[in-house]
């Protein structure tokens, strides 16, 4: 299995509501990551996860709160979103991010999930 | 200036050309250095990895890297209209680790 699972695949929501996206991958990698992507930008990096510890924040709202459960799954979850928050969510693996210069410590991203806020 | 810049094109090649795509990068002391090729509305697919200066090839692709001149490229041999797409460079700012800064993509169109 060399797959990224992450869902829902769209998901609409208004700016009260609380919802989650969640990413799921069983490659045994333990470096997992939220990218954002906002339509013809380049991705973002929200969020790393190394060994299931939170490793960097970078600099993100709380209104979006990461949290892994367990070396296979992340989820973000959302709430008190705005409008501009509507982007494609991008969920990524990697084998340990401690590793550097590997040709196999690469990120294999998830077919992500589009989220619309209204 | 942007950590990793790319000319946000479109570039058009004809089918069966080669394509060339460029990316410069500003922090020196990064040393992985990254392709994804992502299809509208589809996340990034890695195409090529490289992480020593010199040319690295793999199938149609072939992966430049000049650290000296901080600059990465990309050529696509034997361009097909399928590799229509927007190819992002990515750089690793993290080098015990895999924290990805992209450039802003080349948008690439291939025509029949």
């Known amino acids: 299995d060399t797959e990224v699972t992450q869902t829902p695949k769209h998901l609409v929501m208004g700016m009260t509501n609380k919802k989650s996206l969640k990413c799921e991958q069983h490659?045994?990698?333990?470096?997992m990551y939220w990218y954002k992507q906002k339509a013809k930008k380049p991705p973002e990096l929200m969020f790393v996860?190394?060994?299931?510890?939170?490793?960097i924040n970078e600099s993100v709202p709380s209104r979006f709160s990461p949290e892994c459960p367990n070396s296979s799954l992340l989820n973000l979850h959302l709430h008190a979103l705005q409008p501009e928050d509507s982007a494609l969510y991008l969920c990524?693996?990697?084998?340990?991010?401690?590793?550097?210069?590997?040709?196999?410590?690469?990120?294999?991203f998830g077919a992500g999930s589009r989220l619309t806020v209204l | 200036q942007k950590e990793v810049e790319q000319n946000s094109g479109p570039l058009s090649v004809p089918e069966g050309a080669i394509a060339s795509l460029n990316c410069t990068y500003s922090?020196?002391?990064?040393?992985?250095f990254f392709w994804y090729r992502q299809y509208s509305g589809k996340s990034p697919e890695l195409i090529m990895s490289?992480?020593?200066?010199g040319d690295k090839e793999d199938g149609r692709f072939t992966a430049q890297l000049n650290k000296a001149s901080q600059y990465v490229s990309l050529l696509i041999r034997d361009s097909q209209p399928s590799d229509s797409a927007t190819y992002l460079c990515?750089?690793?700012?993290?080098?015990?680790?895999?924290?990805?800064?992209f450039g802003g993509g080349t948008r690439l169109m291939v025509k029949p």
């Open positions: 922090d020196r002391v990064s040393q992985s």
């Open positions: 990524a693996s990697s084998q340990d991010r401690r590793v550097p210069y590997s040709g196999a410590n690469v990120l294999t």
């Open positions: 996860y190394s060994y299931e510890k939170l490793s």
């Open positions: 490659m045994g990698h333990r470096a």
């Open positions: 490289i992480y020593s200066n």
């Open positions: 990515a750089v690793n700012r993290d080098n015990a680790g895999n924290m990805l800064t």
